[in-house]
């Protein structure tokens, strides 16, 4: 797959191009995506086009917590098959640019769109000014089709970025991998923890979450870990939290004790996927008790898979 990120300086030729926000690639996402993978089969290049820069960052100064961090939505949209993902510069420029301007210069002229996909409730350029009604008007001047997709609704409800992340505030896991279409997930290198598992001869991998991504609230989870270079999944407990019984109370971490593995995973890349709260983080008398506790919320997610053949 072809990756731009933080230029303008692109030329491509014959593309269809989805266009939009991105943060999640939920199941209304996806939509899109499938759209585009129909075009593909008909000749066209495929593209993703979005932000390098959440635009509501920028737009309100306060930095906007994401579902996925860049490097998860890349290998995601890989793994959807997409030729190209374009995550453009959101600057003061283009935050005023003007919905003819971003189509006529983006758009046609460097991108090469002959087929636009979007969602009904699409906006851009200077003051979302520019809709699925402006592209449709423009279409025939510049050389382009315009395939708009309803939004998807689910129990009653249209799905968005918004809405998800409301349920991974809540601890709602088991709704967020209904509306994602996957299981909410958390990528990242190991790294070194305080080894406090080992006395007690249950090891976890350690990560540390990057500052923008979407945490669920501190407690325990049922998991399934993947890890780079090595087939298969490996069943897991997730902990989000600070660690209250041998910890400092302060430094958030994210400790998961991967099931039935006895290797060594430091600075081994692995995809945290969670799919059910178990419990809040408690404070436990000593290590023994710890223990205990993590071998109940072991059986308790063990059925969980099972019942749900994960």
């Known amino acids: 797959m072809i990756y731009f990120r933080g230029t303008k300086d692109i030329h491509l030729d014959h593309t269809v191009v989805a266009l939009g926000k991105f943060d999640g690639l939920h199941r209304g996402h996806q939509l899109l995506i499938n ?94 000014s520019g809709d699925v009604s402006f592209l449709k008007k423009h279409a025939a001047a510049y050389g382009y089709v315009v395939d708009n997709c309803e939004k998807l ?22 709704t967020v991998t209904e509306l994602l279409g996957r299981p909410y997930e958390i990528n990242g290198k190991v790294i070194p923890g305080k080894a406090n598992g080992r006395k007690v001869d249950m090891r976890t991998a350690n990560l540390a979450p990057d500052d923008i991504k979407l945490l669920p609230p501190e407690g325990v989870y049922a998991s399934v870990v993947q890890i780079e270079g090595m087939e298969g999944k490996y069943y897991a407990l997730t902990n989000i939290g600070r660690n209250p019984t041998v910890g400092d109370h302060n430094e958030l971490r994210i400790e998961t004790h991967v099931v039935e593995f006895s290797g060594d995973l430091y600075d081994r890349m692995i995809t945290v996927r969670i799919y059910q709260r178990l419990r809040d983080e408690h404070k436990f008398a000593s290590l023994e008790e710890v223990k205990a506790q993590v071998m109940k919320d072991q059986e308790k997610a063990m059925a969980y898979f099972k019942e749900h053949h994960i």
């Open 153 to 174: 609704c689910v129990h009653g409800e249209e799905i968005s970025s918004t809405m998800i992340r409301g349920y991974i505030a809540e601890g709602r896991m088991e």
């Open 35 to 128: 759209k585009l993978k129909e075009y593909g089969k008909k000749g066209f290049q495929t593209v993703v086009f979005t932000f390098d820069f959440h635009p509501m960052s920028l737009l309100t100064g306060k930095k906007q917590s994401l579902i996925y961090t860049k490097e998860e939505r890349l290998r995601i949209v890989e793994e959807m098959g997409i030729d190209v993902l374009i995550e453009y510069p959101f600057t003061q420029e283009t935050a005023h640019m003007m919905p003819e301007d971003f189509v006529r210069d983006v758009l046609v002229r460097d991108i090469g769109a002959k087929v636009i996909v979007v969602g009904d409730d699409f906006h851009f350029g200077y003051q979302r």
